[in-house]
């Protein structure tokens, strides 16, 4: 400790040689609003905030929006499939699943209404201008939802006429399987038109054949006489077989984007957003491995039958919709800000595993709407006492989600719906009322005092399975509040040293899925429960941000978090049943490092060490002591960017973590279908300008064609060239 506080004192006493315009930028850290609810410089926000810029997020040639922030702390990005993977999640500050950390874009909400998942798909990684990133609790300010952290997509503004074309080809090299065939395509126009109005509006395009990532794994071993087929185990040692899959994992994607920012004065702005997401993936030539004696293929022994090898198709319709007015004043400013996100078409169908061939049969089709609407006033008042800065706001948030199944006599032809199998639905409302003081206890010394109430209702709860006892079903509406209290403290004991630390309280209201939603997969039903109560998690977290030499920083954070009613899925006979059956604690360590050069060129690195284990539940004794499903306990990154001219080189290692994903921890085995096991992976890319205009990419990912599985095999080394064109 001694000498980390004489490191301190030394590097404080050298002030920073001169920087060039990027990079001093960044040395005075960027200015940023999520954390406070307001402007503030990221350096001296009440928490702990990363920053991705408009120019990293190119350097890294993500493919999605959430990939650009695979390097930072205490952030795991769950993408197992590429831009394919339909559950892909953002976690933050290891509070598991995307349900527990908030997504915003522009200050939106975008987790849905059915299980608080968010769609990607159509945010366009060039349309966003940054990426901001606050750890740690935040229910004090943005209500449930806000757990792990908050994360918000910034739109990019443009400031003149502008033209992006973007296209490129791309698919496996090497022998592991890969995503084959992937086309790309980007348009977008934008312009300021006067002094006050500004859009862009944009288009994407995405489609590959994929690859055979859903295999047919067998508990039942194939008969005599058949071979082709490879011994294998599941997760947790048992003996199985994979005789088959069920063929390339095709995607398609299309995305569309409006936008407008209009400035009524200097300080009154308004801003419109609109754009729609529509993605379709399919399987393709289902293989079986068994072969005769005669070397014919084989599709049934036993009681494995041909449907077993078919996979089902599904897709996604989503629109986004949002208005902000701000208008920027001292001492009083106002935030409004209304937003939708409409999921108008959400199915799959799945092909009945005993009778369904490859040539038809009968089927299912499930579709799941959702919508939800999101309206917030905020107030920052005059000060009434010196050095203090009050902000009050309310907000209202509502939600519905619905699930309807369908029987298909010919799973081919979805449009052909049977009769009405199952559905579900219920409603969610959340009224919050928030306040917040800063205040100024020194030049250098700032406290920030948050409270916020919540109360939330659940209502119009129902389920019907026509034909069976006991249905239809409606469950009484019920109602219950939150407070989430937060006291953040940052002080600034020199130039370059920063010290911060925040404790708080926040919150999670089960979801649509987790009170309503009954499913049956085989024997085995999972059933949502009408009675669940709010989650919360308490936390606490102490770090330092130090600045050494010129463009040199590094920063690390210690946090504990003490989750409480945990929504949790336990088994009960043959059934697995939600409740609010845990407690849980988790401590770790977020650590990270960044050097600038002159002309743009860094290298970074970070890690991120996580303990969480459950301490308490009735439901399952058997997972007391063990760690929580879904977190990696250590993830680590590197990488970095050189700029030489009209040439951009880029590179990053990632290594996540195994994660467990029973709740005994059950799961030894690692490297087989269904496991989750450690992993290392990198990636690089170079970009070279051939003018002022035109450029020309190439990215492989996972250069060293490393072989996992994320569930599913994840994919194999790949290559993608892309030329863009920009005016």
């Known amino acids: 400790m001694k000498k980390v506080l004489a490191l301190i004192a030394l590097t404080s006493f050298f002030p920073p040689a001169a920087a060039p315009a990027r990079a001093a930028e960044v040395w005075a850290g960027e200015i940023v609003g999520i954390a406070a609810r307001g402007t503030a410089v990221s350096g001296l926000s009440p928490g702990a905030v990363s920053v991705v810029l408009k120019d990293e997020i190119e350097a890294r040639g993500a493919q999605t929006a959430d990939q650009a922030l695979n390097a930072l702390p205490?952030?795991?990005?769950?993408?197992?499939?590429?831009?394919?993977?339909?559950?892909?999640?953002?976690?933050?500050?290891?509070?598991?699943?995307?349900?527990?950390?908030?997504?915003?874009?522009?200050?939106?909400?975008?987790?849905?209404?059915?299980?608080?998942?968010v769609a990607y798909g159509g945010l366009?990684?060039?349309?966003?201008?940054?990426?901001?990133?606050?750890?740690?609790?935040?229910?004090?300010?943005?209500?449930?939802?806000?757990?792990?952290?908050?994360?918000?997509?910034?739109?990019?503004?443009?400031?003149?006429?502008?033209?992006?074309?973007?296209?490129?080809?791309?698919?496996?090299?090497?022998?592991?399987?890969?995503m084959e065939d992937l086309v790309k395509g980007y348009l977008s126009y934008g312009d300021r038109v006067g002094s006050r109005l500004s859009f862009l509006g944009s288009f994407g395009y995405k489609r590959t054949d994929g690859y055979p990532a859903d295999l047919n794994v067998q508990s039942a071993a194939p008969t005599a006489g058949l071979t082709g087929w490879e011994s294998t185990t599941s997760n947790t040692g048992a003996a199985r077989y994979i005789v088959g899959d069920k063929g390339n994992n095709g995607w398609k994607e299309l995305s569309g984007s409006l936008r407008a920012w209009y400035d009524l004065s200097g300080s009154d702005k308004l801003s419109f957003s609109f754009s729609r997401a529509a993605?379709?993936?399919?399987?393709?030539?289902?293989?079986?491995?068994?072969?005769?004696?005669?070397?014919?293929?084989?599709?049934?022994?036993?009681?494995?039958?041909?449907?077993?090898?078919?996979?089902?198709?599904?897709?996604?319709?989503?629109s986004s919709f949002s208005a902000v007015y701000e208008r920027a004043g001292d001492p009083c400013g106002l935030r409004v800000a209304f937003g939708l996100v409409d999921t108008d078409r959400s199915w799959y169908i799945t092909p009945e595993a005993a009778s369904a061939t490859r040539a038809g049969g009968p089927g299912k089709i499930a579709d799941t709407p959702a919508f939800s609407h999101n309206s917030e006033?905020?107030?920052?008042?005059?000060?009434?006492?010196?050095?203090?800065?009050?902000?009050?706001?309310?907000?209202?948030?509502?939600?519905?989600?619905?699930?309807?199944?369908?029987?298909?006599?010919?799973?081919?032809?979805?449009?052909?719906?049977?009769?009405?199998?199952?559905?579900?639905?219920?409603?969610?409302?959340?009224?919050?009322?928030?306040?917040?003081?800063?205040?100024?206890?020194h030049r250098s010394l700032t406290a920030w005092l948050s409270l916020r109430g919540d109360r939330w209702r659940t209502y119009d709860g129902m389920a019907d399975q026509p034909g069976t006892a006991g249905y239809p079903k409606t469950y009484a509406s019920r109602s219950d509040s939150a407070l989430s209290p937060k006291a953040s403290l940052v002080w600034s004991p020199a130039a370059r040293t920063t010290l911060r630390s925040s404790a708080g309280r926040s919150f999670r209201a089960p979801a649509v899925y987790e009170l309503y939603r009954t499913w049956t997969s085989g024997s085995v039903t999972y059933a949502g429960n009408p009675g669940l109560r709010p989650e919360?998690?308490?936390?606490?977290?102490?770090?330092?941000?130090?600045?050494?030499?010129?463009?040199?920083?590094?920063?690390?954070v210690y946090f504990e978090n003490r989750m409480k009613d945990l929504i949790y899925r336990y088994a009960s006979g043959s059934d697995r049943l939600y409740s609010n059956a845990g407690r849980a604690f988790g401590k770790g360590w977020e650590l990270e490092a960044e050097q600038l050069f002159e002309g743009g060129s860094r290298l970074y690195a970070s890690l991120t060490l996580n303990d969480a284990r459950i301490r308490e539940n009735a439901a399952s004794p058997a997972s007391v002591g063990k760690k929580l499903t879904y977190l990696p306990d250590k993830l680590w990154s590197f990488g970095g960017e050189l700029r030489a001219g009209r040439l951009t080189l880029s590179g990053s290692g990632r290594y996540v973590g195994k994660r467990w994903t029973t709740d005994a921890n059950t799961d030894i085995v690692d490297g087989v279908y269904g496991s989750r096991g450690a992993h290392f992976t990198a990636d690089a890319r170079a970009a070279y300008k051939l003018n002022d205009t035109v450029s020309l990419s190439l990215l492989s990912q996972n250069i060293f064609d490393k072989e996992y599985y994320d569930y599913y095999p994840a994919p194999g080394r790949s290559w993608f060239a892309e030329l863009a064109w920009k005016l």
């Open 74 to 117: 205490g952030v795991f990005n769950r993408r197992g499939k590429g831009f394919m993977d339909t559950s892909s999640a953002l976690t933050l500050r290891g509070v598991p699943d995307q349900k527990r950390t908030l997504i915003l874009f522009d200050g939106v909400p975008m987790n849905d209404a059915y299980t608080g998942a």
């Open 124 to 178: 366009q990684p060039e349309d966003i201008e940054r990426i901001e990133v606050a750890r740690g609790p935040f229910s004090g300010l943005y209500g449930g939802g806000a757990m792990g952290g908050v994360v918000n997509f910034v739109p990019r503004r443009p400031l003149k006429r502008e033209i992006t074309l973007k296209g490129g080809y791309g698919g496996r090299l090497g022998p592991s399987p890969a």
């Open 279 to 318: 993605y379709d993936y399919f399987y393709k030539d289902p293989a079986t491995y068994l072969r005769d004696a005669s070397g014919a293929e084989v599709w049934t022994y036993g009681t494995v039958k041909e449907g077993t090898f078919l996979g089902g198709d599904g897709g996604r319709r989503q």
């Open 377 to 441: 006033a905020q107030v920052k008042l005059p000060a009434l006492v010196p050095a203090n800065s009050l902000t009050v706001g309310a907000s209202f948030r509502f939600s519905r989600a619905g699930t309807e199944e369908r029987a298909l006599a010919d799973w081919l032809l979805p449009e052909e719906k049977g009769a009405v199998t199952y559905m579900s639905s219920g409603k969610n409302a959340d009224l919050g009322l928030y306040i917040q003081d800063e205040i100024a206890l």
């Open 536 to 556: 919360t998690v308490v936390s606490w977290d102490f770090g330092v941000d130090q600045r050494l030499w010129w463009g040199a920083k590094v920063g690390a």
